[in-house]
């Protein structure tokens, strides 16, 4: 069974906003050809179907730089990390070394190639090649991990396999990775989804989740606009709440962990006293396009009319949405209800501009990995620059995110971004705490814009 190209991935580096943990200055190192965990498991799952038909077998290894991470040297680990890029982009850079070559982390990358070469000496030797342009670069050991590829798998579960494989390493410590063979990661990934799928049912099922809420304020004046519905989970489940997001995906439950947000929501918006402030909720791509999601929907919203102007959707993704005219006609249900949506986390998809051109939303969301860069980054700040610009001339809102200092919000409000986030404006809180929220911006409750407010003007 082919595999769709809106699968998601579980991948453990990430946060719960989904950004890549890594040093907060990137290198501009140019890697164009590594690709991203999820890219790079598809990659491989499609050329296992394609070895069994050629006969050619393939090894994955998995290659971690020990030492870069133990050093308080902001330079050491910033080296570190450009030692790590060089040699991956040499890896795939080298004539039938690999067939394809990604980035887990500052120091993890994997690559597929022939069974017959053994990627640990080649490895070796391109640090060893590359180490003198990175001086201050603090590599103890570089660790090559092998596993033989094996046909045995359909391409479907040796994706799941590849993920799961792809996860352990992400969390392991360097040096401290055993792998197993495909059908090995296989039948663990089935054993921990039986067992979360159950959890996660549960948790839904039970409400055994809690919600905490940001302030989005208006860049020019500091006023609250709304604020955002971020799921928080007990301690029990074991998983950030994005890792718990992208299983609920992957296991078939986020429609139904989506409307079990918004029934929260709307009962919070319904015990407010006196006017309350707008919500937004997070929805999943994929429920959008779920059979009777948007139905179910409607239907809590028809029972709370009155509190439908309070309410925002932020349109998320873990993997990419396929069916863009199906969504854009979910959004448009929504909208009819006078209800704003936003297209969160853009940028950080190469189908960005794809899904600007086919939803019609309300308010665009920059991805926080523009921002948090911005004050030392040329190519971020004219990115965000031309994003407020054809927002503006579209007449849809921004929101810069990850904005924790004020240096940032600076060039984001010279920028012309209207709106921001980020533990610089407020850090999530519960609903009870909206008092400190309001203390955290340092606003006067009574400037507060009504909560019906547009975007945009």
Known sequence: MPIAENEPMLDASRTERGAAIMPRSRPSLDHVGLLDATAFARAVSRQIVAMRMS????????????????????????????????????????????????????????????????????????????????????????????????????????????????????????????????????????????????????????????????????MADGRIQHFEALLRLPDETALAPYEFVTMAEQLGSIAELDLAVAQRVIGLLRSAPGRPDSIAINVSGRSLVTPGFVDALVGQISRSADLAPFLLFEVTESAKITDLHSVNRALQTLRRFEIRVCLDDFGSGAAAFEYLRALEVDILKIDGSFIQDAAVSKFNRAFIRSIAALCDGLGIGTIAEMVEDEATARVVREAGISHGQGFHFGRPAPIESFGALLCGVQIDPRTRPLAGSSFGG
Do not use: Y
Not at 161 to 174: D, M, Y
Not at 184 to 204: G, M
């Open 55 to 218: 006969g050619t077998p393939l090894s994955l290894s998995l290659i971690d730089l020990e030492g870069g991470l133990a050093d308080t040297d902001s330079s050491a680990v910033e080296s570190t990390m450009r030692l790590g890029l060089e040699i991956a982009n040499q890896l795939r850079q080298r004539a039938g070394e690999c067939h394809d070559v990604a980035l887990l982390g500052a120091f993890k990358f994997v690559a597929v190639h022939d069974a017959s070469r053994s990627l640990s000496p080649i490895v070796a030797d391109i640090a060893a090649e590359v180490k003198p342009r990175h001086e201050s670069a603090k590599v103890m050991t570089t660790h090559a991990h092998e596993v033989r590829l094996d046909g045995d798998l359909s391409e479907l579960d040796s994706l799941r396999a590849i993920q799961h494989l792809l996860k352990r390493f992400g969390a392991a410590r360097p040096g401290a990775f055993t792998p197993g063979s495909l059908s090995v990661c296989h039948r663990e990934w089935l054993a921990e989804s039986v067992e979360w799928s159950d959890r996660i049912r549960r948790a839904i099922g039970g409400g055994r989740f809690s919600l905490a809420f940001q302030p989005i304020v208006g």
